[in-house]
C-alpha cells in the first residue's frame, strides 16, 4: 500500500541491490545492459507486484542512468505506468442550499467559444440545421433510448427484489439512507428539530424511491414549441426527467403522446419558425416499436431471490443496469439539451426551461420564484444517492471516532457489492478500499 496516489521510484541502471559504489570503484568496471534487458530486470524488489498500482492514478517512474566511460553522458530511460483510475478520491462536495451550483463550463468559455463559432462562420454559406434542432429525431440515437428506458424499470424491478436480502435504512427526518444491518450512528441529520435530536437520525425502513431518486419533469408534447406558462403548471403531467428525455429522443408511449415532425422546420425569424408542409406526404403508418418496452412490477408481485447465486446474478444485472441508464442518458444529454435550476433541484427537458413560478430555494423573493436555468449535468437527472461503505457487512457495524476512514458509494452501487456482485473499479477511489481501518480508538490517534 502507497501512502500517495503520485509515486516515483529513482533506481541506477549500474547500481545492484540499491547499494552504493565505493570510492575506488570506477563506472568503467560495470558492465551496461541495455534497453530491452533493462525491462526485464527486477530494479525494485519492494515494487515487483504492479497490482498494487493498479487501481492508482498515480505513476511509477523507473529511471536509469547508464555512463559510457568514453562519453561522459546520460542516457536516461523511464518505465511509466499509469491507470485512469485514482488510487483514493474525495468525498462527494456538499453544497449548501444557500449556494447556487456551479456551471458546467464556465460563462467566460462559452463566451470565447461563441466569439470562435462567429469568427469562422463570417463569411461562409448557412449550413442547414442539423437534428434535433431542425425538429426531427436523431435516428441513430432511437436504440439507444430504447435501451435506456428499458434499463431504468429493470433497475427498479430489481431494486425492489433486492431490497427483500439486503437492509437498507432511511432517516424520517432528512433524505440520508444507510445500506447495512445496523444503521450509523454518525451525526449528520439536517432534518426538523435536528438540534434537539444532536444530529442523530431517526431510522425507518427505505422504499425504491429511497435509492433511486424521483426526478420529474413536465411533459412536453412539442419540444419547440412555446415555453410553459406559470398558470399551465398543473394542467400538464409531470413524468420521470429519463422517461421525458427518451420520449424527446424517439420513444414511442402511448399515454404520453408527443408531435412527431417528418420535415425540419422553417425558421421565419431568429425566434420564430413555422412547420412545413406535409401535406403531399402519404398518410404516416403506426410503426412497431423497435424494442418491446418493460414495464414495472407492482409491489405486491415482488418475490425475493430463494438462493446466493441468484442474489448474486440479479446484483450483477442490476449494476449492469444501472451503468447502463447512466452511460446511455448522458449521451443523450449531448444532443438532446437538459436544463437544471441552479438554487433548486427542479429538472426540465427542453431546449429553454418552463417559467413557473414553483422554485422555494434561498432568496426566491428577489427572484419571483422564477428558476436560474442552467445546462444540467447527469448526476442532476439520475442523482447517485452516496451512502457510507460498510468495509465488511459481517463485521463491526461503522464506528463514531473511525468516521474519516470509511468511503462512500452510491446507493445502488452498495446494495449490489453486498448482495454479492464485485467491486467495480470506477467506484473504488471514493469507497477507500486500500485504507486500513484501525482496530481501536488509540490506533486511529496514532495515524499522521
Known sequence: MFAS??????????????????????????????????????????????????????????????????????????????????????????????????????????????????????????????????????????????????????????????????????CGYCNEIHVGPVAHPFKSCRGYRASVRKGLHQWTYATVDDVVLPVDTYHLYDRLGKRIRHDERFSIPRIPAVVELCIQAGVDVPEFPTKRRRKPIIWIGKSEFVDADESELPDPVPEVPLKPLLTEIPDSEIVAPCDEEETIRLAEETFEAWEQMRRGAKKLMRMYPVRVCGYCPEVHVGPSGHKAQNCGAHKHQQRNGQHGWQAAVLDDLIPPRYVWHLPDVNGPPLRRELRSFYGQAPAVVEICVQAGAAVPDQYKPTMRLDIGIPSSIREAEMVV
Open 5 to 170: 496516489p503520485s509515486i516515483r521510484c529513482w533506481v541506477d541502471c549500474n547500481s545492484k541491490n540499491h547499494l552504493s559504489l565505493p570510492p575506488r570503484i570506477w563506472p568503467s568496471m560495470l558492465s551496461y545492459h541495455s534497453r530491452a534487458a533493462f525491462m526485464s530486470l527486477n530494479l525494485c524488489p519492494g515494487l515487483s507486484s504492479l497490482s498494487s498500482l493498479e487501481h492508482s492514478s498515480g505513476e511509477l517512474k523507473l529511471r536509469s542512468k547508464s555512463m559510457v566511460p568514453s562519453r561522459k553522458f546520460h542516457q536516461p530511460c523511464a518505465l511509466v505506468v499509469k491507470c485512469d483510475h485514482p488510487q483514493n478520491a474525495d468525498l462527494p462536495r456538499y453544497y449548501s442550499k444557500k449556494e447556487k451550483k456551479p456551471f458546467p463550463v464556465p460563462v467566460v468559455e462559452l463566451r470565447r467559444a461563441a466569439r470562435e463559432r462567429f469568427k469562422k462562420s463570417r463569411g461562409q454559406p448557412k449550413k442547414p440545421i442539423p437534428p434535433p434542432k431542425n425538429g426531427l429525431i436523431v435516428k441513430s440515437l432511437l436504440p439507444l433510448a430504447y435501451d435506456v428506458m428499458n434499463a431504468r424499470v429493470t433497475l427498479i424491478n430489481n431494486i425492489k427484489k433486492l431490497l427483500k436480502v439486503v437492509k437498507v435504512h432511511a
